[in-house]
């Protein structure tokens, strides 16, 4: 979904359980998605017919890829875009479901993510196939005034309104693989679509995630333990343009419609849900950094803030964050 210029940091695991003893059977899936790699980790005390399992994963990512991508002329997302109509349209039911986390993602975040704001990215240079919006357009609408109804029925508040997902996508394709493997009663599994990580422990032992250091000065900045949990990752500098001789980031603050400046932020959301965890990242780094934690305090959000100040990295958390760090 989104086409990244700078290295795309992964989030490394490993599962804190395993031993030497143990007579599980361990495979491994991977391959390209969204723009991003994809990496899934799967140790189960049962053969499993790991092509099947492949071919199906490839199934769930090019639907949602096929439904959510602002990159394809052809997707259904491009293609609403493009609708003139000012009536009730008939969508899929896996956009239907985005769309309708994406709005309360949007009132969790007080309005910091919206997803009608694929006019502006695409103005500054965004996006392959990017064209010139009309100027006298104003923007007197947000998420609130998209419509949804029974259904599975969408409207737009005006023709020209650009819906942008990639801000939660990502999570939504990891939460439908994290159902469909534990459909096929996976025992053990953790599922990586660029960043944006699901785990899954059967027997409820915890998964140790080592968030890389986007600095490259360490390993990693910082470990946590998952218990069935996602964690998805947000940051100013993994998707930046040249526009108009300054460097921006691909985050974009809704209430002043000006894309991130500071290069140097980077948000990690803990959640049951990739979808909110991914969607929330995105919200919260729109804000003022030094209104991201108390803003997840007062919300009860798990995250994390990264960023650079006199060349070093520093970094503060949620009271709910601390509850999941490794020490």
Same mark, same amino acid.
């Given at each position: ?149 029974? +259904?599975?029925?969408?409207? @737009?508040?005006? *023709?020209?309104? =650009?819906?942008?997902? /990639?801000? !939660?996508? &990502?999570?939504? $394709? ?78 974009? +603050?809704?209430?002043?419609? @000006?894309?991130? *400046?500071?290069? =140097?932020?980077?948000? /990690?959301? !803990?959640? &049951?849900?990739? $979808? ?15 209104n991201i934690i108390d803003f997840s305090n007062a919300e009860n ?27």
């Amino acid at each position: 979904m989104i086409n990244y210029k700078l290295k795309i940091f992964l989030l490394i695991f490993l599962f804190s359980y395993l031993s030497g003893c143990n007579t599980n059977k361990t495979y491994e899936i991977n391959g390209n998605a969204f723009g991003t790699i994809y990496y899934i980790s799967i140790e189960n005390d049962k053969t499993i017919n790991q092509n099947e399992i492949y071919s199906n994963i490839n199934f769930i990512l090019n639907n949602i890829d096929n439904s959510a991508s602002n990159y394809k002329n052809n997707s259904e997302i491009s293609v609403l875009n493009e609708f003139k109509g000012d009536t009730f349209k008939t969508i899929s039911a896996n956009l239907f479901d985005i769309i309708h986390k994406a709005k309360i993602i949007g009132d969790i975040t007080n309005g910091f993510f919206d997803i009608t704001l694929g006019d502006i990215k695409i103005s500054k240079g965004f996006y392959l196939n990017k064209t010139n919006p009309k100027k006298t357009i104003k923007r007197n609408y947000t998420y609130k005034d998209i419509e949804l109804s029974e +259904n599975n029925l969408l409207k @737009k508040p005006f *023709s020209h309104v =650009n819906i942008d997902l /990639s801000g !939660i996508a &990502k999570g939504y $394709a990891v939460d439908l693989i994290f159902n469909y493997l534990i459909s096929k009663n996976i025992s053990n599994f953790i599922i990586n679509i660029g960043g944006e990580i699901k785990t899954h422990s059967k027997h409820e032992d915890f998964i140790t995630i080592a968030i890389d250091d986007p600095t490259n000065n360490q390993q990693f900045i910082e470990e946590v333990l998952l218990n069935n949990n996602s964690i998805a990752t947000s940051g100013t500098y993994i998707d930046t343009v040249n526009f108009e001789g300054r460097e921006i980031s691909h985050i974009t +603050n809704p209430k002043t419609l @000006k894309n991130v *400046s500071n290069l =140097n932020l980077l948000v /990690s959301v !803990i959640h &049951k849900e990739c $979808a909110f965890a991914d969607g929330l990242a995105t919200g919260l780094i729109a804000m003022d950094p030094d209104n991201i934690i108390d803003f997840s305090n007062a919300e009860n959000i798990a995250s994390m803030l990264t960023f650079v100040k006199d060349g070093k990295l520093e970094k503060k958390y949620s009271d709910e964050f601390l509850k999941y760090l490794k020490d």
